[in-house]
């Protein structure tokens, strides 16, 4: 039997462990998936260990070990050293490989929300870790203008910096009037802020959409505690989103990742979305 687990400080939270045991189950796949609390280095050295001495085949991480837990890799897939974090592990005969499934989820679950729309400008909103992600996923699209939005914008400016992007992305500073025109002017606005920083959203309304105007929200937080932007984006006609999908093709692309072969064809996405709300 497979055994994978969700680590992190706390870990009690995750939505990894319903959506991980619903993969198994409709693949057909024997195996367990646990939650496992990790307080300290050492006890992710023993975790490290666990890996490579074939007790557990594989492991999702939150924080606060997406980057301490390199260390104790083998090797790293290239989506793993361009995001510079690793939130999934795979072991295999002691060797360690990892990988960061963001870029991946985000890719999948936008090209499913926009559909056979074409987006021309795209504004991200953040610079954290969350919008690194994006970014890398987006700058693959064939998009004119992409603005990066942030409260520093120096920090805005060393993301791009960072992962040598082009002339077509741009740095802004997160203030009522950008966020106004971003609102306005954009096809689609990716707002990566976390869910107790973003106030500026509370002074800014989402222009109403008229005729054929067809523009995107999508809101990586996903809990039903924090909807508030989404809800006032759908009321102005926007097409809106939040992170719930991009969590599940994380999900997704980690468990591919551990059996190195497709399972998304072997799902029911819409009674998985109906289980994951229900969490």
Same mark, same amino acid.
């Given at each position: 039997?497979?055994?994978?687990?969700?680590?992190?400080?706390?870990?009690?939270?995750?939505?990894?462990?319903?959506?991980?045991?619903?993969?198994?189950?409709?693949?057909?796949?024997?195996?367990?998936?646990?939650?496992?609390?990790?307080?300290?280095?050492?006890?992710?050295?023993?975790?490290?260990?666990?890996?490579?001495?074939?007790?557990?085949?594989?492991?999702?991480?939150?924080?606060?070990?997406?980057?301490?837990?390199?260390?104790?890799?083998?090797?790293?897939?290239?989506?793993?050293?361009?995001?510079?974090?690793?939130?999934?592990?795979?072991?295999?005969?002691?060797?360690?490989?990892?990988?960061?499934?963001?870029?991946?989820?985000?890719?999948?679950?936008?090209?499913?929300?926009?559909?056979?729309?074409?987006?021309?400008?795209?504004?991200?909103?953040?610079?954290?870790? !969350?919008? #690194? +992600?994006?970014?890398?996923?987006? &700058?693959? =699209? $064939?998009?004119?203008?992409?603005?990066? /939005?942030?409260?520093?914008?120096?920090?805005?400016?060393?993301?791009?910096?960072?992962?040598?992007?082009?002339?077509?992305?741009?740095?802004?500073?997160?203030?009522?009037?950008?966020?106004?025109?971003?609102?306005?002017?954009?096809?689609?606005?990716?707002?990566?802020?976390?869910?107790?920083?973003?106030?500026?959203?509370?002074?800014?309304?989402?222009?109403?959409?008229?005729?054929?105007?067809?523009?995107?929200?999508?809101?990586?937080?996903?809990?039903?505690?924090?909807?508030?932007?989404?809800?006032? !984006?759908? #009321? +102005?006609?926007?097409?809106?989103? &939040?992170? =719930? $999908?991009?969590?599940?093709?994380?999900? /997704?692309?980690?468990?591919?990742?551990?059996?190195?072969?497709?399972?998304?064809?072997?799902?029911?996405?819409?009674?998985?979305?109906?289980?994951?709300?229900?969490?």
């Amino acid at each position: 039997m497979l055994s994978f687990a969700v680590i992190g400080d706390p870990s009690e939270h995750s939505l990894s462990p319903p959506m991980h045991r619903y993969f198994l189950d409709k693949t057909g796949v024997d195996g367990e998936y646990n939650r496992i609390l990790v307080r300290n280095e050492g006890e992710l050295k023993e975790i490290a260990e666990r890996l490579r001495e074939g007790e557990l085949d594989g492991l999702n991480i939150t924080a606060p070990w997406k980057t301490e837990i390199k260390q104790f890799a083998n090797d790293l897939t290239e989506d793993a050293k361009l995001v510079g974090a690793v939130n999934t592990i795979k072991a295999k005969d002691g060797f360690l490989t990892g990988h960061n499934t963001d870029k991946d989820g985000f890719y999948r679950s936008l090209q499913e929300f926009i559909g056979d729309e074409l987006l021309d400008e795209v504004a991200v909103i953040g610079a954290g870790g !969350a919008a #690194r +992600a994006v970014l890398l996923a987006i &700058d693959e =699209m $064939d998009i004119s203008e992409i603005a990066v /939005i942030n409260r520093t914008k120096e920090n805005a400016e060393n993301l791009i910096l960072d992962l040598g992007s082009g002339d077509h992305i741009h740095a802004m500073k997160l203030e009522i009037d950008t966020l106004k025109a971003a609102l306005n002017d954009f096809d689609l606005v990716i707002n990566t802020l976390p869910a107790g920083g973003r106030d500026i959203f509370q002074t800014v309304r989402f222009p109403e959409l008229t005729g054929e105007t067809i523009r995107f929200y999508y809101d990586l937080v996903y809990s039903a505690k924090h909807q508030d932007e989404m809800e006032r !984006a759908e #009321r +102005a006609g926007f097409r809106s989103l &939040d992170g =719930m $999908d991009m969590l599940i093709y994380q999900g /997704i692309a980690s468990m591919e990742f551990w059996l190195d072969r497709s399972i998304e064809s072997e799902l029911n996405m819409t009674e998985l979305r109906a289980r994951m709300r229900n969490q």
